[in-house]
């Protein structure tokens, strides 16, 4: 029997635009807290006792900079948006232990709708 492989996941977004830089970022100087977030998920896993079987994943830009701080939950192409710690810890116990989706955390569909096969990207682009 080998070692199991993760059954999730969560590539969470640690993207810091540089100071000034008018376009927002997951990890912001203005936001304090979201510079602890990864470090704050990882011991929420760790309490749990589910770090072998949850990978947490610092990521860089996930290309929904407005919407953050983001985390991407797989399987199930899950973005998690405007993240605090008291909704990493709803995540935690609602979605990676109880298999349930924290949906008023959810990306709107509008900015992550379907996703689209390389094959038929190709064939918009004329390629």
């Given at each position: 029997?080998?070692?199991?492989?993760?059954a999730?996941?969560?590539?969470?977004?640690?993207?810091?635009?540089p100071?000034?830089?008018?376009?927002?970022?997951?990890?912001?100087?203005?936001?304090?807290?979201s510079?602890?977030?990864?470090?704050?998920?990882a011991q929420?896993?760790?309490?749990?006792?589910?770090m072998?079987?949850?990978q947490p994943?610092?990521?860089?830009?996930?290309?929904?900079?407005?919407?953050?701080?983001v985390?991407?939950?797989?399987p199930?192409?899950?973005?998690?948006?405007?993240?605090?710690?008291?909704?990493?810890?709803?995540i935690?116990?609602?979605?990676?232990?109880g298999g349930?989706?924290?949906?008023?955390?959810?990306?709107d569909p509008?900015?992550?709708?379907?996703?689209?096969?390389?094959?038929?990207?190709k064939?918009?682009m004329?390629?």
């Open positions: 029997m080998g070692i199991p492989q993760p999730f996941y969560i590539f969470k977004c640690e993207q810091s635009a100071p000034g830089m008018p376009k927002p970022s997951c990890v912001s100087q203005n936001n304090p807290e510079q602890q977030l990864f470090q704050y998920l929420k896993l760790m309490q749990e006792g589910v072998g079987t949850v994943i610092r990521t860089s830009c996930l290309n929904r900079c407005q919407m953050g701080p985390m991407l939950v797989e199930g192409h899950t973005m998690y948006v405007g993240l605090t710690k008291e909704k990493i810890d709803r935690v116990k609602e979605h990676i232990l349930k989706v924290v949906e008023e955390y959810v990306i509008e900015f992550w709708d379907e996703p689209i096969s390389p094959a038929d990207m064939k918009q004329g390629m």
